[in-house]
């Protein structure tokens, strides 16, 4: 069975794309990229790297020529995603792929605040009115994704957020990239979605506090309102575009449209979830610890 990953030479992809050379024979394996010269190391293990854009229909059909499960992870390309998956999902059927797993986002309702949210929940019609088979891999807040910021608080001593006491189930990418090969290396999965969390759920104050034990030293949580935080962000230079979606994700947590938790990584690989705490313990470093 032939399994293609799209943006395999993303933080995601790349990491399921390793792992799945774990599972399968190489030659069992397709890795789309637009920089196919960055898996040079994953074609020497005898995957195939074939060049592919969102952007290009025709191109992109013939790299998922053969297959017959893709990883379509989402693109980077925020206020183009729809338009590019909308390819992807075409290029998929035409190519005969007949089941594509698709790493969407927690929460994916009208009512969710969090700017992107209208790309996921799109993405999932799009592929619920393709034909194909599809699963939805609704992935939680990425754990990686709070080191820089718990970097700053760290420093400062606070925590800074717009979250009020919302909570989230942070979810490490190793997680979810092992959730995504589990699902694409088996069978039962057709049309299922799989909310894809962290072991706990976890409030900004939780988050300080873990903060303060990791660096000996207090770090405390102060929350403000969605205005203020923007004006922080701005102050900060920020570009106008990840100052709204900060901002929306944080009113999303704090109005409840994040507080996913499930058993998903345990049930799908058989092995517990990492915990924010094993994130922040293995990015130190980057902590200033």
Same mark, same amino acid.
């Given at each position: 069975?032939?399994?293609? %990953?799209?943006?395999?030479?993303?933080?995601?992809?790349?990491?399921?794309?390793?792992?799945?050379?774990?599972?399968?024979?190489?030659?069992?394996?397709?890795?789309?990229?637009?920089?196919?010269?960055?898996?040079?190391?994953?074609?020497?293990?005898?995957?195939?790297?074939?060049?592919?854009?969102?952007?290009?229909?025709?191109?992109?059909?013939?790299?998922?020529?053969?297959?017959?499960?893709?990883?379509?992870?989402?693109?980077?390309?925020?206020?183009?995603?729809?338009?590019?998956?909308?390819?992807?999902?075409?290029?998929?059927?035409?190519?005969?792929?007949?089941?594509?797993?698709?790493?969407?986002?927690?929460?994916?309702?009208?009512?969710?605040?969090?700017? !992107?949210?209208?790309?996921?929940?799109?993405?999932?019609?799009?592929?619920?009115?393709?034909?194909?088979?599809?699963?939805?891999?609704?992935?939680?807040?990425?754990?990686?994704?709070?080191?820089?910021?718990?970097?700053?608080?760290?420093?400062?001593?606070?925590?800074?957020?717009?979250?009020?006491?919302?909570?989230?189930?942070?979810?490490?990418?190793?997680?979810?990239?092992?959730?995504?090969?589990? !699902?694409?290396?088996?069978?039962?999965?057709?049309?299922?979605?799989?909310?894809?969390?962290?072991?706990?759920?976890?409030?900004?104050?939780?988050?300080?506090?873990?903060?303060?034990?990791?660096?000996?030293?207090?770090?405390?949580?102060?929350?403000?309102?969605? %205005?203020?935080?923007?004006?922080?962000?701005?102050?900060?230079?920020?570009?106008?575009?990840?100052?709204?979606?900060?901002?929306?994700?944080?009113?999303?947590?704090?109005?409840?449209?994040?507080?996913?938790?499930?058993?998903?990584?345990?049930?799908?690989?058989?092995?517990?979830?990492?915990?924010?705490?094993?994130?922040?313990?293995?990015?130190?470093?980057?902590?200033?610890?």
């Amino acid at each position: 069975m032939s399994i293609v %990953i799209s943006g395999a030479s993303g933080q995601l992809g790349r990491r399921a794309a390793e792992r799945l050379l774990e599972r399968v024979p190489p030659r069992d394996v397709v890795l789309v990229t637009r920089r196919p010269e960055e898996l040079a190391y994953l074609a020497d293990r005898g995957a195939e790297v074939r060049r592919g854009d969102f952007d290009g229909a025709e191109m992109l059909r013939q790299a998922f020529a053969g297959g017959e499960r893709l990883l379509l992870v989402s693109t980077s390309a925020v206020g183009r995603r729809v338009p590019q998956h909308r390819v992807a999902v075409d290029a998929a059927a035409a190519a005969g792929i007949g089941h594509v797993v698709y790493t969407s986002l927690s929460g994916p309702t009208a009512d969710n605040p969090a700017e !992107v949210t209208w790309e996921h929940k799109t993405t999932e019609e799009i592929l619920r009115d393709s034909g194909l088979t599809w699963t939805f891999l609704r992935n939680a807040i990425y754990a990686e994704h709070q080191v820089p910021g718990a970097a700053e608080a760290i420093a400062a001593g606070k925590l800074v957020d717009n979250r009020g006491d919302g909570r989230v189930a942070f979810v490490s990418r190793a997680d979810c990239a092992a959730a995504a090969v589990a !699902v694409l290396t088996s069978d039962g999965h057709e049309n299922v979605v799989y909310d894809v969390t962290g072991p706990e759920l976890l409030s900004s104050a939780d988050a300080a506090a873990l903060l303060g034990e990791l660096a000996g030293r207090p770090v405390e949580h102060h929350s403000v309102s969605d %205005i203020e935080l923007m004006e922080r962000l701005r102050a900060a230079s920020l570009p106008e575009e990840r100052v709204r979606i900060a901002t929306s994700l944080g009113t999303a947590v704090r109005t409840g449209h994040m507080d996913q938790l499930s058993s998903a990584v345990q049930d799908l690989t058989g092995r517990r979830p990492q915990s924010l705490r094993e994130v922040f313990e293995e990015h130190r470093g980057q902590l200033g610890l």
